[in-house]
């Protein structure tokens, strides 16, 4: 399966934030969709990812201060990408080897959505169970 389809079955909406935007603004965010990271964007595109595991790591290290700092100060800005074209199974091996849980998906330099580690698993399930059923049916059936 490609992530063209993932994104077809999730929707391509991806929660965006500006790299001066402060980590509070961005913790409100992440609350209030309700997900685990966001894409950095600037006016080049795409800057960086940041991950509530950034937060909580900048935290501990810095304390409370942390709140009022520009999201460009804890950023990740290496950021592993995709295209559409590209395949599950090799999304899954991006994000082993780099330890990633979500990966921006690009078309040139244009941000057209994000994949999750959860995409991955749910999308990896479904077929699993296609194959079952499909299996079932032939043993069932010959």
Do not use: F, W
């Not at 964007?41 to 795409?46: F, I, K, R, S, Y």
């Not at 810095?62 to 295209?83: D, E, F, K, N, Y």
């Amino acid at each position: 399966m490609r992530i063209a389809d993932v994104l077809r079955n999730k929707g391509a909406a991806v929660t965006t934030i500006n790299a001066e935007a402060t980590v509070a603004e961005l913790l409100a965010g992440l609350a209030e969709q309700n997900i685990g990271a966001m894409v950095v964007v600037g006016d080049e595109g795409v800057v960086g990812i940041v991950s509530e595991r950034d937060v909580v790591r900048q935290l501990h290290t810095h304390g409370g201060s942390v709140l009022t700092r520009p999201v460009s100060t804890i950023m990740t800005t290496m950021v592993a990408t995709c295209t559409k074209s590209d395949t599950v199974d090799e999304i899954s091996a991006l994000m082993t080897t780099n330890r990633v849980r979500h990966v921006p998906v690009l078309d040139g330099k244009k941000l057209i959505g994000i994949v999750s580690i959860g995409d991955v698993v749910k999308t990896r399930m479904e077929e699993l169970e296609a194959e079952q059923e499909q299996l079932h049916s032939y043993i069932t059936q010959g």
